[in-house]
């Protein structure tokens, strides 16, 4: 099994940051490089093409884009922009996303909106102008895109903890990304639920690659690092813990950190967090914990490890110590120059056109 390494990057940076992190971080030998699609950040097309110019191997995509805030043309114009910027390197990330509701947003029938997203997309990708009427989205006949792609299939990544999402997975997607683990025990717990969607479409589960990231925080200050990283993994355990069937972590203890954090007092809130559920929900500390950490999740069976941000006590700082400090300490075979592993090629849904997904 191929294995990857790859960063993801908060979009809270200036314009040149990106592309200096990029090159580093190329040059250091990772993968993949993703950029979150959070709430009230930067839009990540923009880190996201200024990266593209800066580098010539890794893979680079959102995780991810919102079938609620974008629509489906709008997704792959994005898409197509990344993939003619880094001549066929993008991957594209979809996922219901969080805490619309700020901004006025339903999420009504995700998994289907979810699915004919996706549906709809790789259509226009693909050049197919039949038309398409689904529950969520519809594209008029004749409805095309009038521009040249890269590829009419970029590999698709859907964002997902839950059975429903995996299982949608298990059937359109190339990987499914857990975001804010680092938990090897949800490994065997997510390929169960993508074994469902995988079997009704006649796929091997072995298809979808499961890329396992959290808040990273390496310093050859282990306690200065962890001290950091439990500030940061404060203010989502809430989410996490309840999302994590495997991690127990006690009702009381997340609703102590979750009254501090509403207080504003995020230092405090991460001071309750022990040991033990910090390594569930963030690589943190010295680069031989933070590698040990990554390599459990490898030896469970995962195709990525993405370090996210803050990655270090300071962005370069943290980026340049994950790469020359825990990536040699990593036991993986030897990646794929330029692209997604063989299985995810195959997996991104088999199709030269739309293969069309049923509703249901």
Same mark, same amino acid.
């Given at each position: *099994?191929?294995?990857?390494?790859?960063?993801?990057?908060? $979009?809270?940076?200036?314009?040149?940051?990106?592309a200096r992190l990029a090159r580093r971080a190329e040059e250091?030998?990772?993968?993949? +490089?993703?950029?979150?699609?959070?709430? *009230?950040?930067?839009?990540? /097309?923009?880190p996201l093409l200024e990266m593209a110019a800066a580098t @010539?191997?890794?893979?680079?995509?959102?995780?991810?884009?919102?079938?609620?805030? *974008?629509?489906?043309?709008?997704?792959?114009?994005?898409?197509?922009?990344?993939?003619?910027?880094?001549?066929?390197r993008a991957y594209l990330g979809l996922a219901r996303g969080?805490?619309?509701?700020?901004?006025?947003?339903?999420?009504?029938?995700?998994?289907?909106?979810?699915?004919?997203?996706?549906?709809?997309?790789?259509?226009?990708? $693909?050049?197919? $102008? %039949?038309?398409?009427?689904?529950?969520?989205?519809?594209? !008029?006949?004749?409805?095309?895109?009038?521009?040249?792609?890269?590829?009419?299939?970029?590999?698709?990544?859907?964002? %997902?903890?839950?059975?429903?999402?995996?299982?949608? #997975?298990?059937?359109?997607?190339? @990987?499914?990304?857990?975001?804010? $683990?680092?938990?090897?025990? *949800? &490994?065997?717990?997510?390929?169960?639920?993508?074994?469902?969607?995988?079997?009704?479409?006649?796929?091997?589960?072995?298809?979808?690659? /499961? =890329?396992?990231?959290?808040?990273?925080?390496?310093?050859?200050?282990?306690? %200065?690092?962890?001290?950091?990283?439990?500030?940061?993994?404060?203010?989502?355990? !809430? =989410?996490? #813990?309840?999302?994590?069937?495997?991690?127990?972590?006690?009702?009381?203890?997340?609703?102590?950190?979750?009254?501090?954090?509403?207080?504003?007092?995020?230092?405090?809130?991460?001071?309750?967090?022990?040991?033990?559920? +910090?390594?569930?929900?963030?690589?943190?500390?010295?680069?031989?914990?933070? !590698?040990?950490? #990554?390599?459990?999740? /490898?030896?469970?069976?995962?195709?990525?490890?993405?370090?996210?941000?803050?990655?270090?006590?300071?962005?370069?700082?943290?980026?340049?110590?994950?790469?020359?400090? &825990?990536?040699?300490?990593?036991?993986?075979?030897?990646? =794929?120059?330029?692209?997604?592993?063989?299985?995810?090629?195959?997996?991104?849904?088999?199709?030269?056109?739309?293969?069309?997904?049923?509703?249901?």
């Open positions: *099994m191929t294995v990857e390494i790859g960063l993801g990057l908060q $979009s809270d940076k200036p314009a040149g940051a990106y250091c030998g990772f993968d993949v +490089l993703t950029v979150f699609g959070d709430l *009230m950040y930067q839009p990540p /097309i923009f @010539e191997r890794v893979r680079l995509g959102p995780a991810c884009l919102n079938p609620y805030s *974008m629509a489906p043309y709008e997704i792959a114009g994005q898409v197509a922009a990344l993939d003619l910027a880094s001549r066929g969080t805490w619309l509701g700020a901004v006025g947003i339903a999420q009504p029938r995700p998994i289907a909106a979810l699915r004919e997203c996706a549906e709809v997309v790789y259509r226009l990708l $693909s050049g197919d $102008s %039949a038309g398409y009427t689904g529950e969520v989205f519809t594209l !008029a006949p004749g409805t095309a895109l009038r521009y040249r792609v890269w590829r009419p299939d970029p590999p698709l990544l859907l964002g %997902a903890w839950g059975a429903r999402g995996a299982a949608l #997975a298990g059937r359109i997607a190339a @990987e499914i990304k857990v975001g804010g $683990s680092a938990n090897p025990a *949800m &490994v065997p717990v997510i390929r169960e639920r993508l074994r469902a969607g995988a079997a009704r479409d006649g796929r091997r589960v072995d298809d979808v690659g /499961i =890329v396992l990231g959290a808040v990273t925080v390496v310093d050859r200050d282990g306690e %200065a690092a962890r001290s950091r990283a439990r500030t940061e993994v404060a203010m989502y355990l !809430a =989410v996490v #813990a309840d999302l994590d069937p495997t991690a127990g972590v006690p009702a009381d203890l997340v609703a102590r950190v979750t009254d501090l954090v509403g207080a504003g007092e995020h230092a405090a809130a991460g001071r309750l967090i022990p040991d033990d559920v +910090l390594d569930l929900f963030a690589f943190a500390g010295t680069p031989e914990r933070v !590698a040990e950490r #990554a390599q459990a999740l /490898i030896d469970a069976g995962v195709r990525r490890v993405e370090f996210g941000t803050p990655h270090g006590l300071t962005d370069e700082g943290g980026v340049d110590l994950l790469g020359t400090a &825990v990536l040699p300490l990593l036991r993986r075979p030897p990646t =794929v120059a330029g692209g997604p592993p063989a299985a995810a090629k195959t997996a991104t849904t088999g199709r030269t056109g739309p293969r069309e997904v049923e509703a249901g």
